[in-house]
């Protein structure tokens, strides 16, 4: 687990300076990167932005679907001035795993493609000079690593991925590294609760630092007021008539912490933006403020033409502009954490999301119809390995995005095979370990796959609501059959209401592959329209069933997958293109979705 995984700020004791931009960048299919020195730098290779997934700018196909170790490298300054100061790089994330090297010298490595790490270069580096930092990066996927799937030999003897999962195994430094300077003493982490009292509400705080001085905590409204402070590295800050952060009506207020005796010349200053809001789960509802919401949105992806996977701030600009265009308030972040920047934007634009760890492919049958194996995911050498390492990144994800306003809940897998009775010790070992985790103690959760029912699978008392996610009328039941496959939702539902729900119920993924631009009267699959019908069906019974607390279509966009012949240069279930242009389902939700109050 990363000791402090803070998002950087600039101030007066701390500095944060972005190496995005071009790197040198280079395969080592035969591993013989150490031997011949590229630890320190190389010049031979071709040019790489950074963030960016490497796969796409390739125009041979031996390089989009290179599997094995890759190299980066590019030289950065440090400035004498920078002498005293603790010296980090920080890389928001290299997927799937990644070494770093600073002029020569392994510092350390990092294991998991989502979520962020620091590099302690300070012992390393040359002051009032350049120095080369070089990462060695790797895109095997096993069944002992998030997320999941195999690694094959062809006979060529390339080395291919088979994921148990839809989406492209894109690869590479796909979010920015930062050049960090920070005071020797400082600010590790902070953690924040609430409590609602009437107009009033209280911020619980914590704060961990790596020394003795003294705290001070600060709380300032959006106009810069100051409206509590408190001392101490554990405390409260009272706040009169708080102004509360809601569902597509977000307020942010300023959160300062200072270390040091004097506030005029702090040894360490630490801000961030914090919503006051509660969030609980009572009954079949689930509560912001102790109001009872509805979730419409989707399940996304961060997936976008020559990004790849990368954090594209414009694409996310787009993507926010259509969820609120549509009347969306929500979204999971399936199936792996994002960047940080799209939380900061759903903190300020009051979207709720669920914050999903890539335990995604956890499910032999679905590696089937992905080329793997039959058998129980949860029987098999590889889980002591995949357990420390799944319970590892949900430890970073808590870590990272736990003072989010945003973050409604944590999804813990996707679709996992629940039905095997093998699988009940590891969701318990997963849910022990993640019960306190989280501070503000959010709902745990998980997607339960069409297999996975209330009468098939074995874990369903550990999750604190449930996701659904369910394909009659595309996966089956699908054409002029769609009657029969809202009927057999229906009878599933009953099932729900007939066995006592006593969780809320969220669909999670639901939808239809469709062509842009086709069209046939009357429908047939993969034309806009057909998309509607479905869509229109699930509509039909979520408005049924009290107990179904929200709907998020699959997928927000079209998104790149393995190529086979069950899909057409991609998964096509987006409400829009991949290039973020409606379909006509979009028009669908627009006119479903804003007749309804923004939050419910
Ligand atoms: C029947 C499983 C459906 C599946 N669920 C996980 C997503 O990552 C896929 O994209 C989606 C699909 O096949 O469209």
Do not use: C
Not at 259 to 279: E, H, K, L, M, S
Not at 405 to 418: C, K, Y
């Amino acid at each position: 687990m990363e000791t402090s995984l803070l998002y950087p700020v600039t101030n007066d004791q701390r500095t944060d300076q972005k190496l995005d931009g071009l790197w040198q960048f280079k395969f080592d299919e035969t591993k013989q990167g150490v031997k011949d020195g590229w630890e320190t730098g190389f010049h031979d290779g071709v040019s790489m932005p950074v963030p960016a997934s490497f796969n796409d700018f390739f125009t041979d196909k031996e390089s989009r679907e290179y599997t094995g170790d890759f190299w980066y490298s590019r030289k950065f300054f440090v400035p004498s001035a920078a002498k005293g100061k603790a010296l980090f790089l920080r890389f928001d994330a290299v997927t799937h795993r990644a070494t770093i090297f600073v002029n020569g010298k392994e510092i350390r490595s990092h294991e998991g493609g989502f979520l962020p790490f620091t590099a302690d270069i300070s012992s390393a580096v040359h002051y009032g000079a350049e120095n080369t930092v070089v990462v060695k990066g790797n895109n095997e996927l096993s069944r002992e690593a998030l997320p999941a799937g195999d690694t094959i030999t062809l006979r060529n003897g390339k080395k291919m991925v088979r994921p148990f999962f839809d989406f492209y195994n894109y690869s590479g430094l796909n979010r920015s590294v930062h050049l960090l300077t920070l005071p020797q003493e400082r600010v590790l982490d902070y953690t924040t609760t609430f409590e609602l009292n009437g107009q009033d509400a209280t911020v619980n705080y914590t704060v961990t630092t790596n020394g003795d001085a003294p705290v001070t905590v600060s709380l300032a409204d959006a106009d810069g007021q100051v409206v509590a402070t408190a001392q101490g590295k554990e405390g409260a800050l009272q706040v009169k008539n708080a102004h509360l952060w809601q569902v597509r009506n977000a307020y942010l207020y300023t959160l300062t912490i200072q270390v040091g005796d004097d506030a005029q010349t702090p040894v360490d200053t630490y801000t961030d933006r914090i919503g006051i809001r509660t969030i609980k789960i009572s009954g079949t509802n689930i509560l912001v403020n102790d109001k009872p919401i509805y979730l419409k949105g989707f399940g996304r992806h961060e997936d976008s033409p020559f990004a790849g996977r990368a954090f594209d701030l414009n694409v996310e600009k787009k993507d926010f502009a259509l969820m609120k265009w549509i009347g969306a308030n929500s979204f999971r972040t399936s199936h792996y954490p994002y960047d940080e920047q799209v939380y900061k934007i759903a903190d300020e634009e009051g979207f709720l999301l669920t914050d999903e760890v890539p335990a995604v492919g956890f499910k032999m049958a679905a590696a089937a119809f992905l080329g793997g194996l039959n058998q129980s995911f949860f029987k098999g050498p590889w889980l002591k390995k995949l357990h420390e390492r799944h319970i590892d990144q949900i430890r970073d994800l808590i870590k990272r995005d736990k003072n989010h306003p945003s973050v409604l809940a944590w999804s813990l897998f996707n679709e996992p095979d629940t039905i095997d009775e093998n699988a009940v010790p590891y969701f318990k070992q997963i849910f022990d370990e993640s019960k306190d985790l989280d501070p503000q103690s959010r709902p745990r959760t998980f997607t339960l796959s069409e297999d996975d029912t209330i009468e098939t699978s074995k874990v369903l008392d550990f999750p604190d609501f449930y996701m659904l996610n369910r394909y009659p009328g595309w996966y089956h039941f699908g054409g002029y059959q769609i009657s029969d496959g809202e009927a057999g939702l229906r009878d599933e539902m009953d099932k729900w209401q007939k066995a006592g729900v006593t969780k809320p119920v969220v669909f999670t993924e639901f939808g239809a592959d469709t062509e842009a631009g086709l069209h046939k009267l009357p429908s047939v699959m993969w034309t806009e329209e057909y998309q509607v019908e479905v869509l229109k069906m699930f509509s039909r019974v979520f408005d049924d069933y009290d107990f179904i607390k929200g709907e998020q279509v699959w997928n927000l966009a079209d998104f790149q997958t393995v190529e086979g012949n069950m899909r057409v240069n991609g998964n096509k279930k987006g409400i829009f293109t991949r290039d973020r242009q409606p379909k006509e389902a979009a028009f669908f939700y627009h006119d479903r979705w804003n007749k309804l109050p923004l939050d419910y």
